[in-house]
Each structure stands twice: as C-alpha cells, then as structure tokens.
C-alpha cells in the first residue's frame, strides 16, 4: 500500500527484510545515512529524506518524494484515502506552523479512585510522523497496558512536565476552590509553565476546552503561558501533542493507581460505577471512613452511597 500525505510526504509499507537492499541503493545514490528513532536507517539525499522504520513503514519527504517512492516500489498505487486526523489537526494552526508546539491533557477527572494528573509535552514537527508510526491517538482509545508502552516510548523524544494532584491534596484544594474547572485550569497553566522552561521553543500550546468559558483556563496562565499562542478546542486529543500528552497523563495515572492499591492492599476500579461502589464500601470496612480521603476524591456522590450521608453532606 502506497499512501499520499500533504507536505510532499508519501508513506510505503515494504518488507522489513527488504531495508538492507534499499540502504546499499540510497548509499549508491549518495545519501547519506544515519538512524532515526524506531528505524533501520534514515537516508538524506537531495530534495528527498527517506526513514525506513521497523515496523516496515518506508516515509519519504522533500519536493522529490513522489520521484523516489516511484522508483522504490513502482507497482504500489497512490489510493485516494481520508487524510490522518493528526493532518486536519494541523491545518487548524497558527501561521506561520510553529516547528515546535505544546499539547495538555489530563486524566482522573471521572475517577473516584486515584490523582488527578495533567500532562504538557511538546512536539517537534520532524517528529510527528514518528508518532503516527508509532500508533499515538486519544489515549481513552487505548488498553493500559498500551498506554503505558506507548508513554514510555514518547518520552524518548517528547519533552514533558505533569502535575500529579494525589486525593488528600486535591481534597484540600476542591474544598478550598469548590470547583472542578477551576482546578483543571489551574493544573494545566501551571503544567504548560513548568514545560515552557525546558522547551523554551514552543510558540504555540493547545488543550482541551473542557469549560465552557474559555477565559477558565486564560485567566490561570503564568508568564511564559501568556507570552505565546495558547489555544482551546474541542476534540483536541486528535493534534498529536495533544495525543501525546493525553497518553503520558493516562500512563502516569495508571502507574499511580497501581501504587495506591499496594498500599490499600486491594484493587481500586477506575470510574464510579458500581464496583467502584463495593471497593469503597471494602476500603471503609477495613480501615474506617477517614481512609477516603488518602484514596478517593470526596466531592463525588459515591461517598455520599458509601458512608450513607445525605447529597452533599460528604467531606
């Protein structure tokens, strides 16, 4: 399969048996040669880079891309096909495209059990087919298991900063501000803050508009926030460093929860459906209602169903 992608960008599928035969072509050629992450060799030649990854995905990129791909694999069609979301994503960025960009994302929010947790990284535009090979995408598409093998990975040559909310702190501070959003915003500023000082050459940041007020967020950002272009939007998860961020902060999370529950010595279920309900009721049993506030966040009615308080009463 032979597929075209904007920017003078096509991507072969070849064997990965066939990289050494292609490597001693391009060297003929006069590429030259070195490795790129997840690749049995990148070759740069004029007017055309070509990465072969391991996987078997062949990219070739420059104004003589279609040329090369030609000679490649000359009996591979260019199918019409729907264009990557990471490419719709893309077009939707400030001009001029910023080669460097910050995406935010966070995880915890719909779970009684376990932190909060945000995530900033930032992404380099060489670097976006990488995530496609990758298989990066909104990480609630994802397994655990697959999420925390992909963060591992996209730390590799993703900078990024979290912020780690555990329960009896994000306790405190729901009592103190009373709202979700406002928490959010506020973990988020200060996770876009703490990324913009190792990635000093991002102009550009964008997160999930998770408020209806977008100024929720706005008025939260901190000095460096506030000096580049920060943007809100609805189903943002499909620019990849928002993808990215969504899947180190889904990691993080779960790498947290596996911690809580060795210390609670029992399995905590993420959500707030009904086994969330008898795990709560167990925790209780066995260590009283005040071990709630080291595990759960307090403001969800489920601690109302589990210590039988009236709607709201819960603390």
Partial sequence: MLRRMPQNTITLVLKPAEAPELQALLKAQGFELDVAPHSFFRARGSGCTIT??????????????????????????????????????????????PKQWAGIDETGKGDYFGPLVVVAAAVERSRVELLRELGVADSKKLTDQRAKKLAMEIRTFCPFRK????????????????????????????????????APGCTYALSDQFARNRAVVERKLMTAARAIHFDQRTRAEEDPAVAAASILARAEFVWQMEKLERTAGQRLPKGAGPPVLSAAKELVSREGAEALQKYAKMHFKTTDQVLGTPPGKAT
């Fill in 52 to 97: 072969f990854y391991k996987k078997g995905k062949v990219v070739l990129q420059g104004r003589y891309a279609e040329n090369w791909a030609m000679q490649i694999a000359p009996d591979q069609p260019l199918p019409g096909e729907e264009p990557h979301p990471f490419d719709n994503a893309m077009k939707k960025h400030p001009v001029p495209a």
């Fill in 163 to 198: 912020v780690v909310i555990h329960p009896e702190r994000y306790n405190s501070l729901y009592a103190r501000i009373g709202n979700l959003n406002q928490l959010l915003a506020w973990g988020h500023a200060r996770a876009l803050e703490d990324l913009l000082e190792i």
